[in-house]
């Protein structure tokens, strides 16, 4: 769980971003439309793509590589790229059974037909490590519950029902494949509907910050580390558009720091503490260059 403390500093956030968006709504789009490339890469090498940030660029871009790769990863890029940009057609989604279904088919179209757009049946089991998902014959009754209790649930903080819902899903493994990409495009589509943008969950920390804590939920049902994840990925986010609303000019993060005689892995550690309006962009620390540093 996160403190009071972050949840004054997200709203605060949340108020000069909703401020600075009136008038803005195309520009925001465009950053939006900017991220899918960042956002659909991280999301398949979370899943072991080989794709790069560059081949993911090149094939959005209609390109083709100089080196050989599965057709099936081609289409992971197409179709996330696709499905992400889908969502932001449209202000609020509203979270259904037959939305996510819709959204898995697009996510599997020319990869897996037969498995697209529905839930696990029958005999199809699936593992993860050492985590076995639902019972298929319960899958339906289960998803259908957690998004029941999720468009209910009127009083829990807004981050931690997020948080709690990604985690079941993730342990119940709805879908005989795309179960990961689902439940990131999810957490997005929750986060628009609520006004806000959407977040990159990044591979890099994958195995530090993201894949322990399905291990620790599914063992004590505590999700509160997703819902800090999410809430300092939601800072970055935030202070990202809120820098390219108001700032004049933005530079490498390396660059701030030498120029305020802060240590380069202290800037860093303050970006990723969000403690200093740093973001990424195409996986390097950017930050407003006339921004002046505080004690932390």
Do not use: C
């Amino acid at each position: 769980m996160i403190n009071q403390t972050t949840k004054d500093k997200l709203e605060g956030l949340q108020k000069q971003y909703t401020s600075l968006a009136k008038g803005n709504e195309t520009l925001l789009k465009e950053i939006a439309l900017a991220e899918i490339p960042e956002m659909v890469y991280n999301s398949n090498a979370i899943e072991n793509s080989t794709l790069t940030l560059e081949d993911t660029e090149k094939i959005l871009a209609g390109g083709h590589l100089e080196r050989k790769v599965s057709v099936r990863e081609i289409y992971e890029a197409k179709n996330l790229a696709k499905l992400t940009e889908t969502l932001l057609e449209k202000y609020t989604h509203k979270l259904t059974i037959k939305l996510i279904l819709g959204l898995h088919k697009t996510l599997l179209t020319h990869i897996d037909e037969p498995i697209a757009g529905r839930f696990r049946s029958g005999k199809e089991w699936v593992r993860v490590g050492n985590h076995l998902g639902a019972n298929p014959q319960f899958v339906p009754t289960l998803m259908q519950e957690l998004v029941d209790g999720y468009n209910q649930n009127k009083t829990a903080y807004f981050l931690d029902a997020i948080a709690h819902f990604h985690a079941e899903v993730e342990t119940i493994h709805p879908f005989v494949d795309g179960n990961g990409r689902m439940g990131r495009v999810l957490i997005n589509l929750q986060l628009m509907n609520a006004g806000l943008p959407p977040i990159i969950i990044q591979n890099k920390s994958k195995n530090t910050a993201y894949y322990p804590l399905f291990t620790k939920y599914q063992s004590t049902l505590k999700f509160g580390g997703f819902t800090e994840l999410f809430a300092l990925l939601l800072q970055e986010t935030l202070h990202k558009r809120i820098t390219l609303l108001t700032a004049k000019k933005i530079i490498p993060l390396s660059v701030w720091a030498s120029q305020n005689n802060v240590k380069a892995n202290v800037a860093a550690n303050k970006a990723k503490r969000q403690t200093i309006p740093a973001f990424r962009s195409r996986e390097k620390w950017m930050i407003a260059e006339e921004y002046k540093p505080t004690e932390q």
